[in-house]
């Protein structure tokens, strides 16, 4: 039976605004058309003079007060005042005051596997601010292979968003109506990155020789190209020996794709894309295969950017050897969560700037739709939350264990995904000009996650019960105090589309390297035509 927490949140996703009271804290949601200082917002909603804490960028962290007006950051500086009457103070004094998260990785509303993921854009946005989460960059997928299509569908359903968000494109055929669609995207639409699916074989994979026109086009158009790295192939293969063997539950889905499959696939993509002299970005990256493979790349001075998931940091796959179905399916995703020993390995990789930023590939499903595969793990719709607990498990597993500075913290959970998708520093910076994306984390205190706190509308939690230190107290959207005290104060349709040129600093050095590379050919050869 639904809570009337759950029913709230249903009902303002697709009606107006209401005002809204719940039986626990976690989801009250104050009168989402509210301006009243008592409803989070403060002074005339515009004005916010942040006082007491500690600042903290990718660069530098510094003692100052943080004035916000019209939803940007207009001065940062010690001693701030005042100076009139419809200023709402926050005092800071003893916490952290952070750019809002931006999660370069999500699944809101997205068809998959017979089913739609549970989260939509108002509850997945619920879900964001609640954690920290400011931004996030959804998959468009396209609709029988039309990017113009999938893209107005996905219009469509960010119609009801509180956040804001850009958008990746999929590309799942090829032809010239693809690349030329693709073209626009990026020139009149602002997306800058496309995403080729190595596996799902029937539905989503592409073949190596659609990857490589992909990535030609990705590099004539400045847009990064992205890869989920597994072999399909060899997947199909696996899947079927674990039924031939009589393994039908969710520890199939586990064996049936081992991580030497996603070393495989991540190599392959690698080559080819310094076969074509393009940046490469490949998400979800879930073993120490995949990852040495990055380093290597990196190592001999490719440009390959590495996206660990939350997940794939901090869990490990004897969960889905659970008995219980219902607990042992909810933690299928693709790539597994891989055995005890990848997540520390991981969480080294990215203190150590070999991994550069960190997603969630939150994708979440019910535990009736994870139920569709109960006689068959290839039926489980594949999927993992994480879009409200990253920033909480990122600090409290690498910043409270010394594993990464506060300022590695911001660099990976949002000024290196503002970078890489050019939208820095109007996006990832407390900076002068920047957008009022702000959180207020207090260190001191600790938190417990779970389903019945949660704001997705998924009834399970794959970090049910995970406890650790450092809460995030206030979330600032666009200069809006948005989630305070335990209360939202969000508005279906509030959101905003944010596009991101191409041409980021991932591209720099790339005509260099292409001209010292034809410089290097010392061909044609001329020769005189040979006699008879």
Known sequence: MATPCRLVLLLLSSLLSVAVGATHPAHEFCAAAGRDAGCGGGGDGTRILIKGGTVVNAHRAEEADVYIEGGVVVAIRPNIPVGADNVRVIDATGKYVMPG????????????????????????????L?????????????????????????????????????????????????????????????????????????????????????????????????????????????????????????????????PILEGEATARAIRLAKFINTPLY??????????????????EGQKVIGEPVVSGL???????????????????????????????????????????????DHCTFNSTQKAFGSDDFRKIPNGVNGIEE????????????????????????????????????????????????????????????????????????????????????????RGRVVWEDGVLNITPGSGRYVRMPPYGYVFDGIEKSDAAYRASLRAPVQRGIAAA
């Open 101 to 128: 998260g931006i999660d370069p990785h999500t699944h809101l509303e997205m068809e998959f596997m017979g089913t739609v993921t549970i989260d939509d854009f108002f509850s997945g946005h619920a879900a964001a």
């Open 130 to 258: 609640a954690g920290g989460t400011t931004m996030h960059i959804d998959f468009v997928i396209p609709v029988n292979g039309n990017l113009t299509a999938g893209l107005e569908s996905y219009k469509q359903k960010a119609a009801k968003s509180a956040m804001d968000y850009g958008f990746h494109m999929a590309i799942t055929k090829w032809s010239d109506e693809v690349a030329r669609e693709m073209e626009v995207m990026v020139k009149e639409h602002g997306i800058n990155s496309f995403k080729f699916f190595m596996a799902y074989k029937g539905s989503l994979m592409v073949t190596d020789d659609l990857l490589l026109q992909g990535l030609q086009k990705c590099k004539s158009l400045g847009a990064l190209a992205m890869v989920h790295a597994e072999n399909g192939d060899a997947v199909a293969e696996g899947q079927k020996w674990m039924i031939d063997l009589g393994i039908t539950g969710p520890e199939g889905h586990a064996l049936s794709r081992p």
């Open 282 to 299: 490949v998400v979800h990256v879930m073993s120490i295969d995949a990852m040495e493979e990055i380093a290597k790349a990196k190592r």
């Open 314 to 360: 901090v869990l490990d796959d004897s969960w889905l050897w659970d008995p219980d179905f219902t607990i042992a399916s909810k933690y299928v995703m693709s790539p597994p969560i891989r055995e005890a020993g990848h997540g520390k390995a991981l969480q080294a990789a990215l203190s150590s700037g070999i991994l550069q930023l960190v997603g969630t």
């Open 390 to 477: 990253r920033m909480h498990i990122i600090w409290d597993s690498m910043v409270e264990t010394g594993k990464i500075s506060v300022t590695d913290y911001v660099r990976v959970t949002s000024a290196e995904c503002a970078k890489i998708f050019n939208i820095y520093p109007r996006k990832g910076a407390i900076l002068e000009g920047s957008d009022a994306d702000i959180i207020i984390l207090n260190p001191e205190r600790s938190f417990v996650m779970g389903a019945h706190t949660h704001h997705s509308r998924s009834n399970t939690n794959v970090y049910e019960g995970r406890k650790g230190k450092g809460m995030v107290e206030v979330t600032i959207s």
